[in-house]
């Protein structure tokens, strides 16, 4: 496949690593006879780590097929998550290494996430926007405080700590921004 025709989202492989493009930038020199690049911001797969590449328009890159699962959580075994397919009930196998950070964001039967699959391995997953998590521990609101929206740090049932507004308290359930990690709302 030409460096040209890679769009955002496509999977390829360069230097014996898969990576997934997440952003491309196209320039064009002024001069006679210029060739055009593009400068590929791309994050590996499994792992996410951010590499930077730039090549030519008529450069060769190797693309790979990545295909998406739509997967709900099941169990945890061991230090491995195991997710089911929503249609076919197939069970994906990820480890914590993989998983990462999304770990804390991970409920009980915890829908709308996607597995992604690489020549039938699972390699990474991809979390809903948001989740229901529950408020474990979190001080108690101020009586008398001000009328301004001051935060303050809340522990999660998951083990995960965000800052929540004031009002927020222990045992409700809020919303969880999972590319933020930032406090989305009240859940019920």
Request: glycine share 10%.
């Amino acid at each position: 496949m030409k460096a040209y025709d890679v769009k955002k989202g496509n999977v390829i492989e360069h230097n014996n690593t898969v990576y997934q493009v997440r952003d491309i930038e196209r320039s064009s020199p002024q001069g006679r006879g210029g060739n055009v690049k593009f400068r590929f911001t791309m994050y590996s797969v499994p792992g996410g780590t951010k590499f930077d590449l730039s090549v030519g328009g008529d450069d060769e890159l190797k693309e790979v097929e990545l295909s998406r699962r739509q997967a709900t959580y099941s169990y945890k075994d061991g230090d491995a998550f195991v997710f089911l397919d929503d249609e076919d009930f197939t069970p994906y196998t990820l480890d914590a290494d993989v998983v990462g950070d999304a770990a804390g964001y991970i409920v009980d039967d915890l829908s709308g996430c996607y597995v992604q699959i690489i020549d039938d391995q699972a390699v990474a997953l991809q979390l809903p926007a948001s989740v229901t998590l529950e408020v474990i521990e979190t001080p108690p609101e101020l009586k008398g405080g001000t009328a301004t929206k001051r935060p303050k740090p809340a522990k999660l049932s998951t083990g995960l700590e965000i800052m929540v507004p004031e009002y927020i308290g222990t045992g409700e359930r809020v919303l969880v921004n999972t590319v933020t990690g930032e406090f989305a709302g009240r859940a019920d």
